[in-house]
């Protein structure tokens, strides 16, 4: 199983990313994905997480800024709208999904690549 991530990149205060991770291999079910970031000097920190019921959670700092989807027809795959940046929002974003259920195991606290977001001011 992989998780692949895409979407980062430099933008403007004020501006809007999307960002997408698509999990790989014999999946049959996944409980929960989410998006967690890291700024230089700082740990990780959840961003955002949705389980395969559709319960977001969100950090309080992007809350009423970011959202959280999975896709209905295809709910390996997790999205992050991320509107109103600010130069705090400069991290580089992982993808994470946990109980990645296969036919053989159950894969917990999976990751993927990350992916750098710059907000200039």
């Known amino acids: 199983v992989q998780l692949q991530a895409s979407g980062g990149g430099l933008v403007q205060a004020g501006g809007s990313l999307r960002l997408s991770c698509a999990a790989s291999?014999?999946?049959?079910?996944?409980?929960?994905m989410g998006w967690y970031r890291q700024a230089p000097g700082k740990q990780r920190e959840l961003v955002a997480d949705?389980?395969?019921?559709?319960?977001?959670?969100y950090a309080d700092s992007v809350k009423g800024r970011f959202t959280i989807s999975r896709e209905n027809a295809n709910k390996n795959m997790v999205y992050l709208q991320m509107n109103s940046l600010k130069p705090e929002d400069t991290a580089v974003y992982y993808c994470?999904?946990?109980?990645?259920?296969?036919?053989?195991?159950?894969?917990?606290?999976?990751w993927g690549q990350g992916t750098q977001v710059t907000v200039s001011s």
């Open positions: 994470n999904a946990n109980e990645v259920r296969t036919a053989l195991y159950t894969a917990v606290n999976l």
């Open positions: 291999g014999s999946i049959l079910s996944i409980n929960v």
């Open positions: 949705i389980t395969s019921g559709g319960n977001t959670n």
